[in-house]
């Protein structure tokens, strides 16, 4: 019998008869393993313990003490929902129920649902996890499952797109009830310790919204109640601290149905912290050597053919015709700014050519997929591209990373890095790609930084550090990047005149400091809970003078203050009153002024952390007000 390679997560290689599965290659190794197998990550994706191997695979198995375990008892934990569900509702039709990263969601037709349902049928599912079930893995043939699906559009759908060719087709069966599915999931309902239902939604069949709308029931399980619990408490502060509540609480934002979905309106709120974001980033721009661009916000289409991005990206662009030629909103800065690189000659001493712009792109997601500030249509990105000579890539790129890092710093936020390496499809030398690919990990691995390797996860120009955003609650979020490109100076005939005379061609890199001021204020919405440093503040003093008689005071108080963002509030409110809407609006500080205030000429100070201070000198205070805000200081801590 012939053999093939895998290679095991150590780098070593193990040869195992062909036709061996994830769970034969476990019980080679060792007895317990095996027996300990739950699933198995072939190159890197999930897959069931049954899955047979090919030649030169990268395999992990998968264990219960494995980072991806609780992914298949999720996954599991699905199918149980769906057995409970057409268990109470039998005239129900399954469509398709995925893990998540924190639980799993099954969306589902044919069946009036709501929130309030949700709890028979949690019940219901809790019954079939303490009957402990076996889950049977079944191959079919094709044949049988077509007909097992005939009366059911979606199962029929993935048939002929997932499974397409497949044969025999594997199905997943626990007591009465069947699914199709590719698995992987555990050995029976009982190994999940806790599950909970978590809330109803829409969903438009395969996020078009041209298609089906369907019911999508979220939930998630755990191996243990005290694991879920800890969840759900994250979960519930995590709802409290959802952008898109405390966006209208402190009137930052809205998305109105009539001027469009996905389309942000910035209220004065808002725009002030955005306003500061920028300021912020061009400051950092402006040092690092970027000189300001500027590009409309429509194109002519043939500039998105010869980027590329027209083939690339023509289903999620807004297209117009115009005079009968057809333009295009920007998906994209970058066609626009190396079109203004293209408009001059450069020799090699000009480079590193710098350009950064705030610039507003569109991008036509689907309807279903519209989230708050997190998913838009219409987004800014704090972009910035770089035109440098090849063996400028390695000082370059530090000097994106430093800015980056400086981000991070500032508001207090932990980062993720991951290193995408070339895909499949890829344009650009093998010599081009294994340099550039290099000096990505020299600049990682000069400044002692942890990355993740993301094999084949480059975009198809060139490899990129990718960062992630960690929050207060532990959440990550897509953030900054650094990219390099070898097609669009390609595309663009880009060229410098060398030190021999002869013309070369650029790297040009691509990065965002932020990602989007859109996903960024959202991250900083959340992770502050709303309370912004100072500096971002909307409103950064209010003065709550305790009676009319004390407005003049206050006034007076507020000219001296001109240089920051003070309000009076002039509502003929009691004194608690006041101080407890300032608390509810998240203002840093509060200066109370009444009689006694008023006669020695002094303020009372409190903040939002709810400590006071009475006869403080207005002199000392705005100065410390000055350097809180000038040093970007995280928190207020005038009384500290």
């Given at each position: 019998m012939s053999e093939i390679v895998v290679t095991l997560p150590d780098g070593s290689e193990l040869s195992v008869a062909e036709g061996s599965t994830v769970e034969d290659v476990a019980f080679d190794i060792g007895p317990g393993l095996g027996r300990d197998t739950v699933a198995g990550v072939v190159d890197g994706d999930l897959v069931d313990k049954a899955t047979p191997l090919h030649d030169g695979a990268d395999l992990v198995i998968v264990t219960e003490d494995s980072d991806e375990y609780p992914?298949?008892?999720?996954?599991?934990?699905?199918?149980?929902?769906?057995q409970a569900l057409q268990r109470l509702y039998p005239e129900a039709k399954l469509a398709i129920g995925p893990p998540t990263d924190d639980g799993f969601y099954y969306d589902v037709t044919n069946v009036d649902l709501d929130s309030e349902d949700l709890e028979d049928i949690e019940a219901e599912a809790e019954e079939i996890i303490a009957d402990d079930l076996d889950i049977e893995r079944i191959e079919r043939s094709r044949e049988d499952v077509l007909e097992q699906y005939a009366d059911n559009p979606y199962k029929q759908d993935i048939l002929e797109t997932e499974a397409a060719g497949e044969d025999p087709v594997t199905i997943y069966r626990q007591g009465e009830f069947e699914d199709l599915c590719q698995g992987p999931h555990v050995e029976s309902t009982g190994e999940i310790g806790a599950f909970t239902l978590l809330n109803i939604s829409s969903a438009y069949w395969r996020g078009d919204e041209e298609n089906d709308t369907l019911t999508r029931v979220y939930g998630t399980a755990f191996e243990s109640e005290d694991e879920m619990e800890t969840y759900l408490e994250r979960r519930r502060e995590a709802q409290e601290r959802d952008h898109r509540k405390l966006g209208q609480e402190l009137d930052l934002f809205s998305i109105d149905e009539t001027t469009g979905p996905g389309l942000p309106l910035y209220h004065p709120n808002g725009k002030r912290v955005l306003d500061e974001l920028s300021a912020f980033a061009r400051d950092m721009n402006?040092?690092?050597?970027?000189?300001?661009?500027?590009?409309?916000?429509?194109?002519?289409?043939?500039?998105?053919?010869?980027?590329?991005?027209?083939?690339?990206?023509?289903?999620?662009?807004?297209?117009?015709?115009?005079?009968?030629?057809?333009?295009?909103?920007?998906?994209?800065?970058?066609?626009?700014?190396?079109?203004?690189?293209?408009?001059?000659?450069w020799s090699y001493r000009d480079l590193p050519v710098r350009y950064f712009e705030d610039g507003k792109v569109y991008r036509k997601e689907q309807r279903g997929e519209l989230s708050g500030l997190s998913r838009v249509w219409a987004f800014t990105i704090d972009d910035g591209h770089v035109f440098v000579r090849p063996e400028q890539i390695e000082d370059e790129v530090n000097l994106v990373m430093d800015n980056?890092?400086?981000?991070?710093?500032?508001?207090?936020?932990?980062?993720?890095?991951?290193?995408?390496?070339?895909?499949?499809?890829?344009?650009?030398?093998?010599?081009?790609?294994?340099?550039?690919?290099?000096?990505?990990?020299?600049?990682?691995?000069?400044?002692?930084?942890?990355?993740?390797?993301?094999?084949?996860?480059?975009?198809?120009?060139?490899?990129?550090?990718?960062?992630?955003?960690?929050?207060?609650?532990?959440?990550?979020?897509?953030?900054?990047?650094?990219?390099?490109?070898?097609?669009?100076?390609?595309?663009?005939?880009?060229?410098?005149?060398?030190?021999?005379?002869?013309d070369h061609r650029p790297v040009m890199l691509h990065r965002a400091l932020y990602g989007s001021y859109e996903r960024f204020l959202m991250v900083l919405i959340e992770h502050f809970d709303g309370k912004f440093p100072l500096w971002l503040a909307p409103e950064q003093v209010r003065i709550l003078p305790v009676s009319d008689d004390n407005l003049g005071y206050a006034h007076r108080l507020a000219n001296e203050l001109d240089d920051f963002r003070v309000e009076i509030e002039d509502r003929s409110w009691t004194v608690g009153r006041k101080i407890q809407q300032a608390h509810s609006d998240r203002v840093p500080y509060m200066l109370i002024v009444g009689d006694d205030e008023e006669s020695s000429g002094t303020v009372s100070v409190r903040d939002r952390k709810e400590r006071e201070r009475k006869d403080v000198d207005r002199e000392a205070f705005a100065d410390h007000l000055r350097t809180e805000r000038d040093e970007k200081r995280i928190e207020p801590d005038f009384l500290d």
């Amino acid at each position: 019998m012939s053999e093939i390679v895998v290679t095991l997560p150590d780098g070593s290689e193990l040869s195992v008869a062909e036709g061996s599965t994830v769970e034969d290659v476990a019980f080679d190794i060792g007895p317990g393993l095996g027996r300990d197998t739950v699933a198995g990550v072939v190159d890197g994706d999930l897959v069931d313990k049954a899955t047979p191997l090919h030649d030169g695979a990268d395999l992990v198995i998968v264990t219960e003490d494995s980072d991806e375990y609780p992914r298949v008892l999720r996954h599991s934990a699905a199918h149980v929902f769906a057995q409970a569900l057409q268990r109470l509702y039998p005239e129900a039709k399954l469509a398709i129920g995925p893990p998540t990263d924190d639980g799993f969601y099954y969306d589902v037709t044919n069946v009036d649902l709501d929130s309030e349902d949700l709890e028979d049928i949690e019940a219901e599912a809790e019954e079939i996890i303490a009957d402990d079930l076996d889950i049977e893995r079944i191959e079919r043939s094709r044949e049988d499952v077509l007909e097992q699906y005939a009366d059911n559009p979606y199962k029929q759908d993935i048939l002929e797109t997932e499974a397409a060719g497949e044969d025999p087709v594997t199905i997943y069966r626990q007591g009465e009830f069947e699914d199709l599915c590719q698995g992987p999931h555990v050995e029976s309902t009982g190994e999940i310790g806790a599950f909970t239902l978590l809330n109803i939604s829409s969903a438009y069949w395969r996020g078009d919204e041209e298609n089906d709308t369907l019911t999508r029931v979220y939930g998630t399980a755990f191996e243990s109640e005290d694991e879920m619990e800890t969840y759900l408490e994250r979960r519930r502060e995590a709802q409290e601290r959802d952008h898109r509540k405390l966006g209208q609480e402190l009137d930052l934002f809205s998305i109105d149905e009539t001027t469009g979905p996905g389309l942000p309106l910035y209220h004065p709120n808002g725009k002030r912290v955005l306003d500061e974001l920028s300021a912020f980033a061009r400051d950092m721009n402006l040092d690092a050597g970027y000189d300001p661009v500027e590009t409309p916000h429509l194109f002519r289409t043939e500039l998105w053919k010869k980027s590329g991005h027209y083939e690339n990206y023509v289903d999620d662009m807004f297209l117009l015709d115009v005079n009968d030629e057809e333009y295009g909103l920007k998906p994209m800065n970058c066609p626009g700014h190396a079109t203004i690189f293209d408009q001059q000659s450069w020799s090699y001493r000009d480079l590193p050519v710098r350009y950064f712009e705030d610039g507003k792109v569109y991008r036509k997601e689907q309807r279903g997929e519209l989230s708050g500030l997190s998913r838009v249509w219409a987004f800014t990105i704090d972009d910035g591209h770089v035109f440098v000579r090849p063996e400028q890539i390695e000082d370059e790129v530090n000097l994106v990373m430093d800015n980056i890092f400086r981000v991070f710093e500032t508001f207090g936020l932990d980062a993720e890095v991951a290193l995408a390496t070339r895909p499949e499809k890829s344009v650009g030398s093998d010599d081009i790609w294994e340099r550039a690919e290099s000096q990505l990990r020299d600049v990682l691995d000069a400044q002692d930084i942890a990355y993740d390797v993301e094999e084949g996860d480059g975009a198809f120009y060139g490899p990129k550090i990718d960062f992630a955003f960690e929050d207060a609650l532990g959440r990550k979020w897509d953030g900054p990047t650094v990219q390099l490109d070898f097609n669009m100076p390609e595309r663009f005939d880009l060229t410098y005149t060398g030190e021999d005379n002869e013309d070369h061609r650029p790297v040009m890199l691509h990065r965002a400091l932020y990602g989007s001021y859109e996903r960024f204020l959202m991250v900083l919405i959340e992770h502050f809970d709303g309370k912004f440093p100072l500096w971002l503040a909307p409103e950064q003093v209010r003065i709550l003078p305790v009676s009319d008689d004390n407005l003049g005071y206050a006034h007076r108080l507020a000219n001296e203050l001109d240089d920051f963002r003070v309000e009076i509030e002039d509502r003929s409110w009691t004194v608690g009153r006041k101080i407890q809407q300032a608390h509810s609006d998240r203002v840093p500080y509060m200066l109370i002024v009444g009689d006694d205030e008023e006669s020695s000429g002094t303020v009372s100070v409190r903040d939002r952390k709810e400590r006071e201070r009475k006869d403080v000198d207005r002199e000392a205070f705005a100065d410390h007000l000055r350097t809180e805000r000038d040093e970007k200081r995280i928190e207020p801590d005038f009384l500290d």
